[in-house]
């Protein structure tokens, strides 16, 4: 971390910080497009060129053009130091439908689930592997969103993801023991038993 900080001090000391904040809540990177988007007045396509290739031994440009950390220790200690996850995650989200590229849509459901955005991801619950949302869910900020996911899917009536909250959401809850979620799943789905 002050590694970079240090080498972003001097590039461009108030984009820098930013940038990497923005990099480390992502699952797999960021497009220099959407960062664009984000930062707005702040971005500087020189600036960033400069400083990803001045440290690019701490960056990967994965194939879809996302920039991402050559380690996850990177992410882990930049994270220590991210200050408003929901909103950023919301910001990346709101940006990734902007652009609307749906190549992404797996990082799309992760900023939905750190953001709150229950509706989204019910919508979306057949555009992702099963596994993978579960483990987005589990991990997510807010600890009752595979509740409020599971209120959003019963009152919408989406059956995708009603029994994706059964099979899923519910068995890893039994399975870990936390009889209070479970018992508010099971109470939300009750009519579909």
Sequence with gaps: YDILIEGGNRINAKLVPEVLKYIAITKYGITREALKVILKD???????????????DFFILREDGRYDFSHKNIRTAILSFTDVLTER????????????????DDEIIYHAVNSDITEYVVRNVSNINASQLEEYIFNAINPTFAVNFTMCAVSTGNKKAIYFAIDNLLTRYIRENNCDLA?????LCKPFF
């Design 183 to 187: 018992q508010q799943i099971i109470m």
């Design 89 to 104: 995650h919301k910001e990346i989200f709101d940006c990734s439908l902007k652009l609307d590229d749906r190549s992404l």
């Design 42 to 56: 702040e971005w500087s396509e020189l600036d960033f060129a400069y400083f990803v290739s001045y440290m690019n």
